[in-house]
Each structure stands twice: as C-alpha cells, then as structure tokens.
C-alpha cells in the first residue's frame, strides 16, 4: 500500500508562494486521481486541487488561478504550486489518492500565511 509524504510548508507573508510536494512510498502510476487537501484549526478538511493520470485537473473556487497542481509519476511525487497566497490559506495541507484508492492520511504540512 503507498503512502505519502507531504513537505514544503512554511511560513510566508501575504501574496509570496510555497510549492508543496507529496512523496508516494511506491509507484503512483497506477493511482488514478490524487489530490491535496487542507485542514484549517476548527474546520474540517477539504479539497484543494487533484489531478488524474491523464492530466486533468480540478480546483476548489478559493484557489482557482492561484494555485497548480502537477504530477511526475517517474518521480512518483505530486506538486501543488500555490503563488499569491492569503492568510485564509493557513492551514495543514494533506496529500492522498482519491476514492477507492485512498490510503491512510499522512502528518501533512503546515503552511501558514501572516497578513
């Protein structure tokens, strides 16, 4: 069973950027759709963006023209590229394959934007 291993979060000011990566423990050539997520304090976690093994992406409205979301499945790691970023973007951000292929959520990590 893979597993993911996300980093790159940090401290920034408002309208810098951070790119996050999640690290698969195996091959991610066979996982079709994987996404981030992130879990604000007191709020429940969410979708951000994912993409599918062709290519397709989807984003949460929040983040649409902020952030990308790429894949490099011969380094079997998933990027997510978030520029412009706003303190609402605080939050622990989580890596994970979608649907039947979900596995168990990994520690995440912490980005957090001052204003």
């Known amino acids: 069973q893979v597993q993911f291993v996300e980093s790159g979060g940090g401290l920034v000011q408002s309208g810098e950027s951070l790119r996050l990566s999640c690290a698969a423990s195996?091959?991610?050539?066979?996982?079709?759709?994987i996404g981030w997520y992130r879990q604000a304090p007191g709020k429940q976690r969410e979708p951000v963006a994912d993409i599918s093994l062709g290519g397709s992406r989807n984003f949460a409205d929040p983040v649409k023209g902020r952030f990308a979301i790429s894949r490099d499945n011969a380094k079997n790691t998933v990027y997510l590229q978030m520029n412009s970023l706003e303190p609402a973007d605080t939050a622990v951000y989580y890596c994970?394959?979608?649907?039947?292929?979900?596995?168990?959520w990994g520690q995440g990590t912490q980005v957090t934007v001052s204003s």
């Open positions: 195996g091959s991610i050539r066979e996982i079709y759709t």
């Open positions: 994970n394959a979608l649907g039947l292929q979900r596995v168990p």
